[in-house]
């Protein structure tokens, strides 16, 4: 299954304020992810993907992806195991005068056709303790 989030992020949304929206997905193991930046943003335009508080994409929670008419696309598998089986996607818009637009794409696997012990492995070197997660929800 491949799930397509298309949508524009404002002027108004900053560093210090980001647009917040849910990648709503079913439950299964990712294998693909493409953002696509199309013309235009001249690198303004800032997106990171966590699970909650947890920064999935890129992995380090104080970077972020950033392009102009590229997509940035990679394999990667990541459990999505828990209701409410989403993701969110964090973005923001150093433009002062346009607003840009991304297009998010996931693959997932649902997990009749991952082996039970892969996701159980892959949940199990994906979870971080409560006691790191220091970033505070919204940015």
Avoid: C
Avoid at 105 to 114: A, D, E, M, S, T
Wanted: aromatic share 12%.
């Amino acid at each position: 299954m491949i799930y397509v989030f298309d949508f524009e992020t404002a002027i108004t949304y900053g560093e210090n304020n980001k647009l917040k929206t849910v990648l709503g997905l079913s439950k299964g193991v990712t294998y693909k992810l493409d953002i696509l930046f199309p013309p235009g943003p001249l690198h303004l335009l800032h997106v990171q993907i966590r699970d909650a508080l947890h920064s999935v994409w890129p992995t380090n929670p104080d970077a972020d992806f950033s392009s102009d008419s590229e997509v940035v696309t990679f394999n990667d598998e990541y459990p999505i195991i828990e209701p409410p089986y989403q993701l969110t996607a964090y973005t923001w818009n150093l433009d002062d005068t346009y607003p840009h637009r991304v297009i998010i794409r996931i693959g997932v696997n649902p997990i009749k056709i991952v082996e039970p012990e892969r996701v159980e492995a892959l949940y199990e070197s994906w979870r971080v303790p409560p006691e790191l997660l220091t970033l505070e929800e919204g940015g």
